[in-house]
């Protein structure tokens, strides 16, 4: 578990979700202290599947956060640290319980090897994980529900390319974070992708989820959104660039990083919140 006191919790985000990280510091002082709770809660559900040998510890891990919200909720408080403040931001910000449920109801998914059937079944565990943080941060902003369909979109978005950019860590654990269905109809050989060994078709389907947080990202990206709402969703600003350097033509995603500097990163947050849109 993370928040043991000997780290805050904005050092923990800065360390290991720097994107959210940033965004958190566009919002209202009063706010930023709830955000980097939420987002080093989301840290620490969606890094079991990492810090665990068996599944049946990942579905044992998420069992005790799904009780530890369910006690939130019914105002028992927690001796644990990063509970104890998540505790104070669902009832501060009147946070929906069902958001953070289905949150970690969809991690189960990071213990499974190949977890995604479909396109489909890819971007509900999307929604359900990026696209509830969002979801959530917006609330925490006072935005209520209005900007959940916005939040779904860029959650979804900014979800696919974070996959497309992880695909390389996944693999060496044996993971296969694609839709089975286009890796069989493409012909892409499972123990290449493990190995590895990039393809033209591993190249296309890459090309396919890009394309797909770009559509995503482009039905909402002319939104104009209040600023004081708008640090929820920066870090779907962040796609267009993610996604420019997963398709240059002669990138290899096994063997060329596909970070983007952080002044452009700032940069593009900074722009996206001076319109109001992104």
Not at 78 to 86: D, F, R
Not at 93 to 118: G, M, T, V, W
Request: aromatic share 8%; net charge positive.
């Amino acid at each position: 578990m993370i928040a043991d006191g000997t780290e805050s919790t904005g050092a923990i985000v800065r360390r290991v979700d720097y994107d959210r990280y940033l965004s958190a510091l566009f919002a209202a002082q009063s706010a930023r202290p709830h955000l980097l709770t939420l987002y080093a809660f989301n840290y620490e559900v969606a890094r079991i599947a990492e810090s665990v040998s068996q599944p049946i510890a990942g579905h044992i891990r998420l069992q005790w956060w799904r009780e530890r919200i369910a006690e939130l909720y019914g105002g028992v408080s927690s001796a644990h640290t990063l509970a104890n403040a998540l505790g104070e931001t669902i009832a501060t910000r009147k946070l929906p319980q069902p958001l953070f449920d289905a949150l970690i109801d969809a991690r189960e998914s990071d213990l499974d090897e190949a977890p995604f059937a479909d396109a489909a079944s890819l971007e509900s565990y999307a929604d359900a994980t990026s696209g509830n943080v969002m979801r959530l941060a917006a609330r925490i902003l006072g935005a209520g529900d209005s900007l959940d369909r916005e939040a779904g979109e860029f959650g979804v978005a900014y979800a696919l390319i974070g996959l497309c950019r992880s695909l390389p860590y996944h693999t060496t654990r044996r993971r296969l974070m694609l839709p089975q269905n286009r890796i069989a109809a493409l012909g892409i050989s499972v123990e290449d992708v493990f190995s590895g060994r990039e393809n033209p078709n591993l190249k296309n389907l890459i090309r396919e989820l890009v394309n797909s947080a770009l559509a995503r990202f482009r039905a909402v990206s002319d939104r104009h959104i209040l600023r004081a709402f708008l640090p929820a969703l920066l870090p779907g600003a962040l796609v267009p660039l993610y996604a420019r350097s997963l398709t240059r033509p002669d990138f290899n995603l096994f063997r060329d990083p596909s970070e983007v500097p952080i002044h452009r990163r700032q940069f593009a947050m900074l722009r996206a919140l001076l319109r109001g849109r992104m």
